[in-house]
């Protein structure tokens, strides 16, 4: 039995009964022909599959027919009815049981199995990116593969990384990983910043050095650059910090 490969999407529908196990269920729509052969019928229950199943983001789709009568006779009119069955869903595979009313009230099935993969993008440095640079879009190379060929900790989303640093240089061509990029510092070691002290009830603004790097939200020191004293502040953005406490107010 030949593997026939096609790309579709999923559409969840209402259950229609009779051992639907809680997954897909459609119908094919009106046939012209009153019976079809085994081809005619790949045919159209690929087509079928291929027009009904949408945006759970699966492609990939490999269909194999498990069991199928020579032929397949319904009255003219009347619809396939598609419903999928127990599988293994954790494996990636789904299994369809095909059902039509034959001529003589004889109903006639069919069954198939489709191993379907969620598919993402496969993530890479177009260009050497060193250390500490801000990744841009004209950084990366996008690529859609299967999921299961991408590895756990592979970045799958752009946005998961633009506009973050690079935390160690990224070679040319090599997959981005969710550990090469961090949100970028804040406010840098060295760097002189206005930092808010509210003193007396009013809002103040002085100037200091900061004595490490940080995110936003973290707490980290200052010397005033004019009384030379050290104290904390907490980073409210880029370049922005609001005076906690001084040192010799603990302790």
Same mark, same amino acid.
């Given at each position: ?5 096609? *790309? ?28 079809? *052969? ?70 006639? *099935? ?31 190379? @996008? ?6 060929? @991408? ?73 005033? *650059? ?26």
């Amino acid at each position: 039995m030949a593997l026939i490969l096609i *790309t579709v999407t999923i559409s969840l529908l209402p259950p229609c009964g009779g051992g639907w196990v809680g997954g897909l269920c459609f119908t094919a729509g009106a046939i012209e022909n009153k019976s079809l *052969t085994r081809s005619d019928a790949e045919a159209k229950i690929l087509a079928v599959l291929a027009a009904e199943l949408d945006p759970l983001g699966f492609s990939d789709i490999r269909i194999r027919f498990t069991q199928f009568p020579e032929k397949f006779p319904y009255p003219e009119g009347s619809e396939l009815v598609f419903e999928e069955m127990a599988g293994h869903r954790r494996l990636g595979i789904r299994r369809y049981k095909i059902s039509a009313l034959g001529e003589r009230g004889i109903r006639k *099935t069919a069954f198939c199995a489709a191993a379907v993969s969620a598919e993402g993008l496969d993530i890479r440095a177009r260009y050497h990116i060193p250390a500490g640079k801000r990744i841009a879009e004209s950084d990366l190379i @996008l690529r859609r593969v299967r999921l299961d060929d @991408l590895p756990t900790d592979a970045v799958t989303d752009p946005a998961q990384i633009l506009d973050q640093e690079a935390n160690r240089n990224i070679s040319q061509g090599e997959r981005i990983e969710r550990d090469f990029a961090r949100q970028p510092f804040a406010v840098l070691r060295g760097e002189i910043i206005e930092v808010e002290l509210v003193a007396g009830g009013m809002g103040v603004k002085v100037f200091a050095e900061a004595q490490s790097s940080g995110f936003v939200g973290d707490q980290i020191p200052f010397k005033n *650059t004019l009384s030379l004293k050290r104290f904390y502040a907490n980073i409210t953005g880029p370049r922005q910090a609001r005076f906690v406490w001084a040192e010799g107010d603990k302790g």
